[in-house]
C-alpha cells in the first residue's frame, strides 16, 4: 500500500473514490488480523491459551472474507498502483457487516478473561517500561509510541485515503508498560470495526482503477479488439511505467507502527533508490532499555509486547 501511494503522488495518478474506500477497508481488516495474532500469541506465551483459540477463530473469519475478495488467504496482493487487484464480490459487504456486529462481542470477552487476571496483571504491569521521551528517542511507532502516552498517529496526523474523514479515537496509554501495549491494541481494533462500518455505509458505486493507460492494463477484451490498447498493454509489459523526475516519501500506519516508502526516480521505470521504513526494525531495537531490571522470564512478554516481524527485521 505504502508503495502504491508512493507512486501514485509521484506520478500524480488520482485514484477513483470506491477504490479510496476499498483500500482503507483492506487497511483496517488487516490491521485487525495483526492485531488479532498479536493477542493470540501474547496470551499463550504468558499462559492463556483460551484466548489464542478465540482470538485465531476470529482471523480466519476474517481469512474467509479476504479469500472471497483477493483469492487468496495469507500471501495477499490486492493493491495495485492506481487501484485494485479485483472488486469485492456481490454480497460481501453484507457479510462484512454482519462480522462487524459480532467481533467487538470477542474482544470484550478477552477483555473480562484478562484485564483483572492476577497472573496476567503480574505478568505485564509495570514491565517494559518506555516513557513519552524515551519512546520518541528511540522512534518508537504504532502501538508502542501510543502506549507511552504520544498520540501519534499517521492516519491522523498526516491523512492519506480521506482518513481525516472518517471519525475514530487513537487510543493512548499512561505508563508505556506491557499492559498499556494490551489495552491500546485492543482498542485500536474497536476502532477500526468503527472505521469499517463508516466505510460500509459510504462505499459508492463506481470502477475500482483509475483510467490511466500508463498504469492500468486495458481489459482483456479490448486487448484484443483494439490497436492502440494492445500498444498500451506492450508498452506496460515489456517497458515498464516512467516515472517523472523526482522523489516522494509516502508513511501509512502499518498495524505494527510507521511504515514509510521512499522513492527517487530519474525518469526511468526503475527508481534510482527505493527505501522502506521499516517499523518493526525500529521498535526492536528498544528491546534491551525495556529489560533493564527485570527477570528473565520478563523478557517473554516484553519481546512479545513489541509484536515483531522477524522477516522485516532479517531482510
Not at 133 to 156: N, Q, T
Not at 250 to 260: I, S, T
Not at 263 to 290: C, E, Q, Y
Amino acid at each position: 500500500m505504502a508503495f502504491a501511494l508512493a507512486a501514485e503522488r509521484l506520478m500524480g495518478i488520482e485514484i477513483t473514490e470506491r477504490c479510496k474506500v476499498l483500500r482503507v477497508i483492506a487497511c483496517e481488516l488487516s490491521r485487525i488480523i495483526s492485531h488479532l495474532v498479536w493477542a493470540g500469541t501474547t496470551a499463550i506465551d504468558i499462559g492463556a491459551f483460551t484466548v489464542f483459540l478465540w482470538m485465531f477463530q476470529e482471523r480466519e473469519r476474517v481469512y474467509n472474507l479476504i479469500e472471497e475478495w483477493t483469492g487468496a488467504r495469507l500471501t495477499t496482493s490486492l493493491t495495485r498502483v492506481g487501484g485494485l487487484m479485483a472488486d469485492v464480490p456481490d454480497g460481501w459487504t453484507g457479510r462484512l457487516r454482519e462480522w462487524c456486529g459480532r467481533f467487538p462481542k470477542t474482544l470484550d470477552e478477552v477483555d473480562r478473561m484478562l484485564l483483572r487476571n492476577g497472573i496476567w496483571l503480574g505478568r505485564t504491569q509495570d514491565v517494559g517500561i518506555m516513557t513519552a521521551a524515551e519512546a520518541i528517542d528511540y522512534s518508537l511507532s504504532g502501538p508502542m509510541l501510543r502506549a507511552s502516552g504520544v498520540a501519534f498517529d499517521v492516519r491522523k496526523d498526516h491523512p492519506y485515503l480521506d482518513y481525516d474523514s472518517y471519525d475514530f479515537e487513537v487510543p493512548v496509554g499512561e505508563h508505556g508498560d506491557v499492559y498499556d501495549r494490551y489495552l491500546v491494541r485492543m482498542e485500536e481494533m474497536r476502532q477500526s470495526v468503527r472505521i469499517l462500518l463508516q466505510a460500509l455505509d459510504r462505499l459508492p458505486d463506481g470502477p475500482i482503477n483509475a483510467s490511466d493507460p500508463r498504469v492500468i492494463l486495458p481489459p482483456k477484451r479490448r486487448l484484443m479488439s483494439d490497436m492502440e490498447s494492445m500498444i498500451h498493454h506492450f508498452k506496460q509489459v515489456m517497458e515498464g511505467v516512467p516515472a517523472p523526475v523526482g522523489e516522494v516519501y509516502f508513511p501509512v500506519e502499518n498495524p505494527k507502527g510507521e511504515l514509510g516508502t521512499y522513492l527517487v526516480s530519474d525518469g526511468s521505470a526503475k527508481p534510482v533508490r527505493w527505501r522502506i521504513r521499516p517499523p518493526s526494525f525500529l521498535n526492536i531495537a528498544a528491546l534491551p532499555k525495556m529489560a533493564e531490571g527485570h527477570l528473565l522470564s520478563d523478557l517473554i512478554a516484553i519481546n512479545a509486547s513489541v509484536d515483531i516481524v522477524m522477516g522485516e527485521i532479517d531482510r
